[in-house]
């Protein structure tokens, strides 16, 4: 179902190519609810939501002498938010431990924490895990828990980075397919979004 309708988003589309600020507060409005809702279902974070749809709108402002040529707005604009929030869970992959980071995602989401908490998400990993070689796991334990670089987990276990790459690969593809397997979707997703993340 469209935010607008198709005549009236190519009205206000129309006259923000001008540089109308006013149809520009007009699509705002009309898009904002239910992008912020898109946005914080991906990153759980309040803040984080505010700074995504202002990104996207500030980028739509700059670009808004093309805005009147382009077919499907309501799809790039969304396409838009969900790049950036990709961008912002990729960043905070990088930086963060996975445990930490499993905490943080639960605290900021009482849906997810209600049916499965932070420990019982770590208990499906480790059982993942268990099926695995030593070196694997040394592998996503050195990446994960304690954030070495593919460089730095060559040089610890004297491999080269495309053997660490691979064996990180298949590991996480591994994992996946194990927590595919539990019922509670929601907290696979999530769990899964922030694994394959951190996989380049």
Same mark, same amino acid.
Request: hydrophobic share 40%; with cysteine.
């Given at each position: 179902?469209?935010?607008?309708?198709?005549?009236?988003?190519?009205?206000?589309?129309?006259?923000?190519?001008?540089?109308?600020?006013?149809?520009?507060?007009?699509?705002?409005?009309?898009?904002?609810?239910?992008?912020?809702?898109?946005?914080?279902?991906?990153?759980?974070?309040?803040?984080?939501?505010?700074?995504?749809?202002?990104?996207?709108?500030?980028?739509?402002?700059?670009?808004?002498?093309?805005?009147?040529?382009?077919?499907?707005?309501?799809?790039?604009?969304?396409?838009?938010?969900?790049?950036?929030?990709?961008?912002?869970?990729?960043?905070?992959?990088?930086?963060?431990?996975?445990?930490?980071? #499993?905490? &943080?995602? $639960?605290?900021?989401?009482? *849906?997810?924490?209600? !049916?499965?908490?932070?420990? =019982?998400?770590?208990?499906? /990993?480790?059982?993942?895990?268990?099926?695995?070689?030593?070196?694997?796991?040394?592998?996503?334990?050195?990446?994960?828990?304690?954030?070495?670089?593919?460089?730095?987990?060559?040089?610890?276990?004297?491999?080269?980075?495309?053997?660490?790459?691979?064996? #990180?690969? &298949?590991? $996480?593809?591994?994992?996946? *397919?194990?927590?595919? !397997?539990?019922?509670?979707? =929601?907290?696979?997703?999530? /769990?899964?979004?922030?694994?394959?993340?951190?996989?380049?």
């Amino acid at each position: 179902m469209a935010i607008l309708l198709p005549y009236e988003e190519k009205r206000l589309l129309k006259q923000i190519s001008k540089g109308d600020e006013k149809a520009f507060r007009a699509l705002y409005d009309a898009y904002f609810n239910h992008l912020s809702a898109f946005v914080f279902k991906l990153c759980k974070s309040t803040e984080t939501t505010e700074e995504i749809i202002q990104d996207v709108f500030v980028k739509l402002w700059v670009g808004r002498h093309s805005l009147s040529q382009m077919d499907s707005p309501e799809a790039y604009i969304f396409s838009m938010a969900r790049n950036k929030t990709i961008d912002y869970l990729r960043r905070l992959v990088r930086n963060t431990h996975l445990m930490e980071l #499993l905490t &943080e995602q $639960l605290t900021d989401s009482n *849906g997810i924490e209600e !049916q499965l908490n932070a420990k =019982e998400l770590w208990d499906l /990993i480790e059982e993942a895990l268990s099926g695995l070689s030593e070196q694997k796991k040394t592998i996503f334990r050195l990446s994960k828990e304690e954030g070495l670089s593919h460089d730095q987990i060559a040089e610890v276990m004297h491999l080269s980075k495309s053997t660490v790459k691979n064996h #990180l690969s &298949e590991t $996480l593809r591994h994992i996946r *397919g194990h927590l595919q !397997q539990h019922p509670n979707s =929601e907290a696979t997703l999530v /769990i899964f979004l922030l694994l394959a993340l951190h996989q380049a």
